[in-house]
């Protein structure tokens, strides 16, 4: 089993910054991806990015935006979110997955308002 502990979040101005982190622990050494998704008010959870390997993936909608990195070493992923708007307001929740099992955080909400 993994288990996934968020921080960060909370309420920023539009063109503002926060960055998100997530920490592992339990049975790390079975992760071979790991990354974030976001759930909006009534849409469907989507991925916003992921890290896989040296690969990283980024929603349209964030690119230029948003850049994850993660630390194998210390089993830690962190979103770093810049020149925020209104539209990225949701609930996000860090992901990791390994041994054909999704382990999923409790979610931090990320609001975006004047």
């Known amino acids: 089993q993994v288990q996934l502990v968020e921080s960060g979040g909370g309420l920023v101005q539009p063109g503002g910054s926060l960055r998100l982190s997530c920490a592992a622990s339990?049975?790390?050494?079975?992760?071979?991806?790991m990354g974030w998704y976001r759930q909006a008010p009534g849409k469907q959870r989507e991925l916003v990015a992921a890290s896989h390997s040296s690969t990283t993936t980024y929603a349209d909608s964030v690119k230029g935006r948003f850049t994850i990195s993660r630390d194998n070493v210390k089993n830690t992923v962190t979103l770093q979110m810049n020149s925020l708007k209104p539209e990225d307001t949701a609930v996000y929740y860090c992901?990791?997955?390994?041994?054909?099992?999704?382990?999923w955080g409790q979610g931090t909400q990320v609001t975006v308002s004047s």
């Open positions: 992901h990791a997955y390994g041994q054909l099992q999704n382990y």
């Open positions: 339990g049975s790390t050494f079975s992760i071979v991806s």
